[in-house]
């Protein structure tokens, strides 16, 4: 990630999966993003028809 883009406050995507849905998926999403903000990470979920996805992004 470049300078100009820290600066900016991009977010840089490191990973993504998707997997078939699982209706508390948000909780753990959720958790992840509270544990680990000082780590310059962000977790983020989509769902679409009956897929979900995990982001897992740099800031």
Known sequence: ???RDKREGKLELIAHKSFAQYSEMYKLVDFLNKSLKDKNVIFGLTKKNDKM???IYET
Request: zero cysteines; hydrophobic letters at 35%; a negative charge.
């Open 1 to 3: 990630m470049s300078e």
């Open 53 to 55: 996805t995990i982001t």
